[in-house]
């Protein structure tokens, strides 16, 4: 089959890049023909003739360069273009879109639907349903789009500032009325969480399929880890709950955070952790791939204390393929991955002093956490298999395509 994978990053900054540029190099290994469009970047994992790229877009930025390509950010011609010309070039027969806001938009799906050509789309966020991607509101999670309509996100300034408010409210009102979602006729949803928030959100049941994430291929950590260390990756940032990880990991007898990840919160978390005992809390800064497994392996268990509704996050895979139990907040779609007992322990979010407790507890039953990191390797094996995730995908493809 001929199959054209989208996402606007096609370098592996992340889980999700990560799993998008794994799955197609699986449909490849399985005889499957596999272009890609996506945005420039040095560090890109694609090239040939098989790809197209538009020009890369920074939104986080400062300066002019923002504003400049926010009309582009709604609707951008140049991404449709250059679609439509990789469509024709590779004669494909299904369109597998993955993260298209801003840098690409959906201005590529008017592409594959003028073409006459299936689109099916993994569902990494709550975008769809909520203009700034996460249902949060000021760090709070907010359900108020669902019931209100995107003109919440203005009335609420939840963009930050009044201008991005309402320039995320538009893009979404935009996309609304232009039922520029229309020809996606499958949603991918890696959790029954996100499922359950998208139809919630006026998606129609029978779009939606439940799709498990798959967890990275790679060998379990050794059998006696580093002990009283533990891992946190991920961004630095608010929503993730590490100011409360690292007042509660301050004021344990023993242990040793380790954070690896970049982002706005750093500068605070390193003014938080100064007050702790030498050594309680260490900053490894954003790690390769490769990097951050190792020291997940080296770890005794990973956490993850996010204050956010997580869909079904690629660290905890990660983990659990590595086989590390993981501590985390009961929030979102986290507890379809970490069951108590079984893959590791819930605790509630944002509550400094049950993290300390739950950290303390974890530290001194080394044993009981080996034995929850064999029980995640095991879930992982027979829940989150590549292969399995990849016939899964043929299927959904063979499907659509009629």
Not at 95 to 118: E, F, K, R, W
Not at 124 to 137: A, E, Q, T
Request: aromatic share 6%; net charge positive.
């Amino acid at each position: 089959m001929r199959i054209l994978l989208a996402n606007k990053f096609l370098n592996p900054r992340g889980g999700a890049e990560r799993a998008v540029l794994d799955l197609g190099a699986a449909l490849q290994a399985r005889g499957h023909r596999v272009a890609w469009f996506g945005m420039q970047h040095p560090q890109n994992a694609v090239s040939g003739a098989d790809v197209a790229l538009v020009r890369r877009r920074e939104y986080r930025g400062s300066g002019t360069q923002p504003l400049r390509d926010g009309a582009a950010m709604l609707y951008s011609f140049e991404a449709r273009r250059k679609f439509a010309t990789l469509l024709q070039r590779s004669q494909a027969q299904v369109v597998h879109v993955h993260n298209i806001y801003h840098q690409l938009t959906p201005s590529i799906l008017d592409a594959a639907a003028a073409a006459g050509v299936p689109v099916v789309m993994t569902v990494h966020d709550y975008k769809l349903v909520c203009p700034r991607y996460d249902l949060l509101r000021h760090g709070v999670p907010c359900d108020a789009c669902m019931h209100e309509g995107f003109l919440a996100c203005l009335r609420f300034r939840c963009g930050g500032s009044w201008a991005a408010s309402a320039w995320l409210a538009a893009e979404a009102l935009l996309h609304q009325a232009r039922r520029s979602y229309a020809v996606v006729q499958r949603f991918l949803v890696p959790s029954r969480f996100m499922q359950a928030m998208l139809q919630r959100g006026g998606i129609e049941a029978e779009r939606l399929q439940y799709l498990p994430n798959f967890a990275p291929a790679v060998s379990a950590g050794p059998e006696t880890p580093v002990p009283q260390r533990f891992v946190y990756a991920g961004r630095l940032s608010p929503e993730k709950g590490l100011r409360t990880l690292v007042r509660a990991a301050s004021r344990l007898p023993a242990g040793s955070l380790v954070l690896c990840g970049s982002g706005p919160l750093e500068p605070e978390l390193r003014e938080l952790a100064a007050a702790a005992p030498p050594g309680r809390v260490v900053f490894c800064g954003q790690l390769s791939a490769a990097a951050l497994w190792q020291e997940m392996r080296a770890a005794s268990f990973v956490v993850l204390p996010s204050e956010c509704l997580e869909n079904a996050p690629f660290a905890v895979l990660e983990a659990m393929a590595l086989g590390r139990a993981v501590l985390a907040s009961q929030v979102g779609g986290v507890p379809e991955l970490v069951r108590p007992g079984e893959t590791g322990e819930l605790l509630p979010p944002g509550d400094v002093e049950a993290w300390r407790r739950g950290l303390e507890v974890a530290i001194a039953q080394p044993e009981r956490w080996r034995q929850l990191g064999l029980g995640a390797r095991r879930a992982v094996e027979h829940r989150h298999g590549l292969t399995q995730h990849v016939e899964a995908v043929e299927r959904i493809y063979t499907e659509v395509c009629g």
